[in-house]
């Protein structure tokens, strides 16, 4: 069965090809719920900076997330998943261990380590 293999590469390996699939999408999902959306630069260039680990499945998804849960007629990269929201040159919210306790609040340290003054 196997007579002709394609080889096709990885979507990060096609970052010029992010635009038209995500319009494509756009297209699909739109219809769909009745109503046209597009995608704002910013959102563009931070699907671009993405490494897509999960390929166009994985953006597939993430717009039609963003169409479902977005408000407006324009896509902005806050209606993108968590993990595409912070752009590279983006600092993520800074993590502190302490003890046991974890905290993505960026205090220093735990309530309790606070009191013994680490």
């Given at each position: 069965?196997?007579?002709?293999?394609?080889?096709?590469?990885?979507?990060r390996?096609?970052?010029?090809?992010?635009?038209?699939?995500?319009n494509?999408f756009?297209?699909?999902f739109?219809?769909?719920?009745?109503?046209?959306?597009?995608?704002?630069?910013?959102?563009?260039?931070?699907?671009?900076?993405?490494?897509?680990?999960?390929?166009?499945?994985?953006?597939?998804?993430?717009?039609?997330?963003?169409?479902?849960?977005?408000?407006g007629?324009i896509?902005?990269?806050?209606?993108?998943?968590?993990?595409?929201?912070?752009?590279t040159?983006?600092?993520?919210?800074?993590?502190?261990?302490?003890?046991?306790?974890?905290?993505?609040?960026?205090?220093?340290?735990?309530?309790?380590?606070?009191?013994?003054g680490?």
């Open positions: 069965m196997n007579v002709v293999q394609i080889k096709i590469p990885r979507l390996e096609r970052k010029p090809d992010i635009p038209i699939l995500v494509s756009l297209e699909k739109s219809e769909a719920n009745g109503r046209m959306r597009t995608i704002s630069e910013d959102a563009i260039a931070r699907m671009k900076a993405y490494d897509w680990p999960g390929n166009v499945r994985e953006l597939e998804n993430a717009i039609e997330r963003a169409i479902a849960l977005g408000s007629p896509l902005h990269a806050g209606d993108l998943p968590t993990n595409l929201q912070y752009g040159g983006d600092r993520l919210p800074r993590m502190t261990n302490c003890c046991r306790w974890t905290s993505w609040s960026g205090a220093r340290s735990c309530a309790r380590c606070a009191k013994r680490r």
